[in-house]
């Protein structure tokens, strides 16, 4: 049975660095939830609070209505992912799944179907008898979730399981993941550095800097309303423009840069007149002669310069320069006509993609 987990101030320090740092959170039952921040920010000892490797020094963990902070690991019916899959290299296949199993103690019968079923949901049903150290990356990964999946555990836990993988292999393992946690309905906690595993899989994610949770949501409401330049820059590619709100009402702002007055449909920041703020507009956002991505509601525009131009098919990456800012414009379907290095066009920009974001 799946269950919610929930923190109540938890915090965790390895002598002055506060690794978690006093986080509340609620992950319901049978949610994937994601953990994503930059390298060192508490992810990982984040995790292992919540398998019962480390103890919170203080705040409380539930599982369902159950404190679990002295609960011990084995006890606590997670699985685990590892990102370099953690199997037992001299068993095969069967026996590395079989294991979890073993230790609770079941039947033999009940243990082979158990274990067929495991191996079916991972789609590697002809593997049974294979040693480990014969399969690829991806094959193992598989293993390892299956032999995580077999326990039926409350709580799944992934610490970044497919950046082993190559690319391809990755979005595949993406897809899949994905379909095991709708088949299956675990809670499942999955902490990355890569955006593209949480946007791509999360039902919801938090955004952790340097041991806090900055901000909580679905990938759509954190790309589209990042808390704070950190979140925007860390969730997708933005561009930054600094400047001051010059007037304020009713969600609209006018905000003076160095690129021209800027006007921002999208104000979901308490801001103040005179307030330093950086605005973030999306590569995408930026149009470039006005008849881009089908979007023609552009009300402000800026002159700039090509400084580079990236030709990928089905997209054309600009970099530019406006006024001493540079910036990237994403160009979708480019047509025949290429602009070079060195021309002067005018980016036209929705007030509905400038977001200020408090300095
Ligand atoms: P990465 O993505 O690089 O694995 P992370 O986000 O998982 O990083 P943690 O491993 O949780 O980050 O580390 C958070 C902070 O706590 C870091 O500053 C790290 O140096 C520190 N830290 C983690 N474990 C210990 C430990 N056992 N002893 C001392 N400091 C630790």
Request: charged share 20%.
């Amino acid at each position: 049975m799946a269950v919610s987990v929930e923190l109540t101030h938890v915090t965790k320090a390895f002598d002055t660095t506060l690794a978690v740092n006093d986080v509340s959170l609620r992950i319901e039952d049978g949610e994937f939830f994601f953990l994503l921040g930059p390298s060192g920010c508490g992810k990982s000892t984040f995790l292992r609070i919540l398998a019962g490797f480390y103890k919170p020094d203080t705040g409380e963990l539930r599982f369902d209505d159950t404190v679990m902070n002295n609960v011990p690991p084995h006890q606590r019916n997670t699985g685990m992912v590892f990102q370099n899959y953690a199997l037992w290299p001299h068993m095969s296949v069967a026996e590395n799944i079989e294991y979890g199993l073993t230790l609770r103690k079941l039947e033999k019968s009940e243990r082979a179907e158990k274990i067929r079923r495991a191996l079916e949901m991972v789609q590697m049903e002809g593997y049974h008898d294979r040693a480990v150290n014969t399969l690829s990356g991806g094959q193992q990964q598989r293993i390892a979730l299956a032999r995580a999946l077999v326990i039926e555990p409350s709580v799944l836990l992934l610490d970044e399981p497919i950046s082993n993988l190559d690319a391809a292999l990755r979005q595949q393992m993406r897809d899949e993941i994905k379909q095991i946690h709708d088949r299956t309905n675990i809670t499942m906690f999955y902490v990355t550095h890569d955006q593209v595993d949480a946007l791509s899989m999360a039902d919801r994610m938090a955004i952790m800097q340097d041991g806090i949770i900055v901000q909580v949501g679905t990938p759509r409401e954190i790309y589209q309303f990042p808390k704070n330049a950190f979140v925007a820059s860390f969730v997708g590619e933005t561009n930054f423009i600094f400047g001051k709100v010059q007037s304020i009402s009713n969600g609209t702002a006018t905000i003076e840069t160095p690129v021209g007055t800027l006007r921002s449909e999208a104000v979901y920041h308490e801001l103040t007149h005179g307030a330093t703020v950086q605005c973030s507009i999306r590569p995408e956002a930026l149009v470039i002669d006005g008849v881009q991505n089908g979007n023609n509601r552009a009300e402000n525009r800026i002159d700039a310069k090509v400084t580079v131009v990236n030709y990928l098919g089905r997209v054309e990456e600009y970099q530019l320069m406006a006024a001493d800012i540079p910036l990237k414009a994403v160009h979708y379907n480019p047509g025949t006509e290429a602009k070079r290095p060195g021309d002067t066009i005018q980016l036209a920009i929705s007030a509905e993609a400038v977001i200020p974001l408090p300095d």
